[in-house]
């Protein structure tokens, strides 16, 4: 009882020293709704120079300003193809990611890219995507934009880009290919602000098309 009530009371110090101290809110870790693992896929048969190494691990907590919360749920999402292949672009922020084909949506092949417009301005701790969990697969030339506008003309910048031989022609990237799981891959957006979001694939190891069965965006409105 004293012990339970003494942790109590230091993590209540640390809340107060986190706010009153520096005038800062404490960061809370963000809580990731996850679908269950396929097991049973068919082994991956692909090796890249710029394939990181798969780990079996879960993933670290990660910590945001505490009040993000999921600000893509539900948000209207747009694409540079005329029309899916299946399933439709509202599913990408519907909240449901389990790895039946029912759950994914597919683009056309080639560079393809999908966007969420948040609503509004918001600082965006880190971005969540799943593209296809019923496989070992890995999506190519995956990259992620923030802006100011839909047309991404203003204030573009990338989070993220693992295009590290520019093979899709839109700039060099620094991060590495990964085999897709029901962890989703996270990227840290460090906080910038912006109301659209693009991701970006061009096929991947099982053949030319673009896959999406959920995107996470971490935020919080921006003042
Ligand atoms: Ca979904
Ligand atoms: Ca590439």
Redesign the pocket.
Known sequence: MYRMFSARLVAGLIVAVGVGAFGVQADEEIKIELPEPYYGGTPLDYFGS?LEEPTYKKRDPFMAPAGTTNVAKGKTVTSSAGSTNFGKLEQITDGLKEYQEKYVVELPKGHQWIQIDLGKPSAISAIVVWHFHAAERVY??TAIKVADDAEFTKNVREVYN???????GAGKGKDKEYIEKNEGRLVDAKGEVAQFVRLYS?GNTSDDTNHYVEVDVYGIAAK
Not at 162 to 168: Q, V
């Open positions: 710029n190519f030339d693992n295009d590290h031989d520019n093979s899709a061009k």
